[in-house]
């Protein structure tokens, strides 16, 4: 992390411009690292504890994926609200959620600027760069 | 111990229950969350390829005291081609499918990637079976 930095999940909210819409009880988890993808698969391929991810896809398997791989949060762009199942989903799992009116582009943009790494330049990504989308 | 579930073809609303269901049990009973996390990745993965494919299903595992073996079986149109199936990428799922976020090509890499060993065996018409090693992490090495 930059500067040493630790990054927290009430710092990505703030960056972000973000609401949070669960799991405020967790706003002070330290998060290492992100990933944005709309596919579910991806997902699970390149994500483990700590990290979060940036999504557009507003379906309740996000969280019941994030769940799988131990995910820190969940961030849904460009403004997409998600259902109230997945905010049942989500407070029922213990996976925090919040929204940003920014796109996906901007919101890893920001969040990279800010010192939060993707999967490549993670140390502790599961094969390191050769492993990397 | 075995944990064993059924899970519905076409189901969205309860696909990933079971994998779900899985993973809490095994850190219930004490697994570590490393290999919790590989066996359910591979249990999500399975379990999402009889809902996108299949009629229908059963998903599971067998606790032994070394691995956990993940298995699958369903009742469903079958792999014509293993081979072309286990490549990045190639996906038969319907467009329905992938714009739900599934269908992307990496359901049976991913779960090839978080195994130890996985068997594929299917026949057309008939339907396909999975069986997945996951082994649990040595004394030494965990």
């Not at chain 1, 909210?13 to 690292?33: G, H, P, Q």
């Not at chain 1, 990290?51 to 557009?56: N, Q």
Request: with cysteine.
């Amino acid at each position: 992390m930059e500067g040493g930095n630790q990054v927290q999940l009430k710092d990505i909210a703030r960056i972000l411009e973000a609401e949070v819409l669960t799991c405020e009880d967790k706003l002070n988890c330290t998060v290492e690292a992100a990933c944005g993808c709309d596919l579910i698969s991806d997902m699970l391929a390149f994500t483990k504890e700590k990290m979060i991810v940036l999504t557009g896809l507003v379906s309740p398997q996000i969280i019941r994926a994030a769940e799988m791989v131990d995910l820190s949060g969940v961030v849904f762009v460009r403004g997409k609200r998600p259902t109230p199942d997945i905010i049942e989903l989500s407070e029922e799992l213990g996976i925090p959620i919040m929204c940003t009116h920014y796109p996906l582009y901007e919101s890893a943009g920001l969040l990279f600027a800010a010192g939060l790494p993707g999967w490549r330049h993670w140390p502790r990504a599961v094969g390191g760069s050769e492993d990397a989308p | 111990m075995r944990l064993e579930f059924p899970v519905a073809g076409r189901d969205f609303q309860a696909a990933g229950g079971a994998a779900q269901k899985i993973k809490r049990t095994l850190r219930q009973i004490g697994i570590d969350a490393e290999t919790a996390r590989r066996v359910g990745i591979v249990a999500y993965e399975a379990e999402m390829n009889i809902v996108i494919h299949a009629f229908s299903g059963k998903v599971g595992v067998d606790i032994l005291p070394e691995r956990i073996n993940v298995f699958a079986y369903d009742q469903g149109p079958g792999i014509a081609d293993i081979d072309l199936a286990m490549q990045v990428g190639y996906s038969t799922a319907p467009e329905d499918i992938k714009e739900m976020g599934f269908g992307a090509g990496l359901g049976l890499p991913n779960m090839k990637r978080y195994s130890d060993n996985l068997v594929i065996e299917s026949e057309v018409g008939c339907g396909t079976s999975i069986r997945a090693v996951i082994n649990l992490p040595t004394k030494e090495g965990s």
